[in-house]
């Protein structure tokens, strides 16, 4: 059953989110799934939970859907549908609930497995591939790659960091050059080291050839 249920939320969450072109499709969920798994084993976490958590996580998203109350609804309808027991569903949601960066005001997640999930998602935008899912999350909301006069935002509330002026540029500053120190677990510590190290290389290279100062 445990099996089934982990297959069938790949399916469910495969067919919403297959078409996306912010930086949230499948892919970005595949990766963080995997990522939790790994995650749970070096850290003696719950496996199932971190799955499906991370999984599910992005349904609800109201960036996505506008309406973070009717997805988390549609989350716990789905688990319900399977007999995990209220408790193995309670914790998934409270990790769906409380693992978002929103602004960076939110507070610690609560247990391992939130720990851990909130790692796994926060792992995949930095790096490699965080610098590509900026520039596609950018471009989906119809912001600039940079512009020098717009300067970073040092603090924001929920709907400034969801609505306010931006660039791509500006996120790092404004999100992702802070999650490396914000990592939960040893491991997910680790791996955001040289992850957050290939962004800062990255952003000096780009002002470089902003400036057209290339030797």
């Given at each position: 059953m445990m099996t089934n249920v982990v297959t069938e939320a790949e399916q469910w969450v495969r067919e919403q989110l297959e078409r996306d072109s912010s930086g949230h499709d499948w892919w970005h969920i595949d990766r963080v799934r995997k990522m939790a798994v790994k995650?749970?084993?070096?850290?003696?976490?719950?496996?199932?939970?971190?799955e499906l958590a991370a999984l599910l996580h992005d349904i609800p998203d109201e960036k996505l859907t506008g309406d973070e109350a009717a997805g988390l609804k549609r989350v716990r309808d789905w688990l319900e549908r399977y007999d995990l027991g209220e408790n193995v569903i309670s914790r998934i949601m409270t990790i769906i609930c409380t693992m978002s960066f929103k602004g960076g005001g939110r507070p610690p997640v609560a247990t391992l497995e939130g720990e851990i999930v909130q790692d796994a998602d926060r792992l995949d935008a930095i790096g490699a591939i965080g610098i590509a899912r900026t520039f596609a999350y950018s471009g989906w909301k119809?912001?600039?790659?940079?512009?020098?006069?717009?300067?970073?935002?040092?603090?924001?509330s929920v709907e400034e960091y969801r609505k306010g002026k931006s660039t791509a540029i500006n996120h790092f500053h404004e999100k992702l050059l802070k999650l490396s120190p914000l990592m939960n677990t040893p491991a997910a510590r680790r791996i955001a080291q040289e992850r957050h190290r290939f962004m800062l290389d990255f952003l000096e290279r780009f002002q470089v050839e902003w400036d057209g100062a290339d030797d």
């Open positions: 995650l749970a084993r070096e850290s003696g976490g719950d496996e199932l939970v971190c119809g912001q600039p790659m940079h512009d020098p006069n717009l300067p970073p935002r040092d603090t924001m």
